[in-house]
């Protein structure tokens, strides 16, 4: 099993930046890729980003390119999203996602933390 741990998040104004990190612990060494999903009030739960452990190359949805940035830390086990200018659409709970060596999907998720863009 993947236990994983975030931290970050918090309320920003429009145009502001925020980091969420998220630590991975337990049998870490089954990772394939991590990643950050969102959902937002009203609507479904979206993927945001996410980087293949070994290879290290990335995904964005198309509403984050440019301003977000993923990353990892291969020898903590853990992986940070930059945000920057931050809108209100980004307002969301923002979870932490594993998908291990051999599975089809993401199979491990965090607790979620709250994003909140004011404008």
């Known amino acids: 099993q993947v236990q994983l741990a975030e931290s970050g998040g918090g309320l920003v104004q429009v145009g502001g930046s925020l980091s969420l990190s998220c630590a991975a612990s337990g049998r870490t060494v089954y990772l394939y890729a991590m990643g950050w999903f969102r959902q937002a009030p009203g609507k479904e739960r979206e993927i945001v980003a996410r980087?293949?452990?070994?290879?290290?190359?990335?995904y964005y949805a198309d509403a984050v390119k440019g301003r977000f940035t993923i990353s990892r830390n291969s020898r903590r086990n853990t992986a940070t999203l930059q945000m920057s200018d931050l809108k209100p659409e980004d307002t969301a709970v923002y979870y932490c996602v594993v998908q291990r060596i051999g599975a089809d999907r993401y199979d491990t998720w965090g607790q979620g933390t709250q994003v909140t863009v004011s404008s």
């Open positions: 980087v293949r452990w070994g290879a290290g190359d990335t």
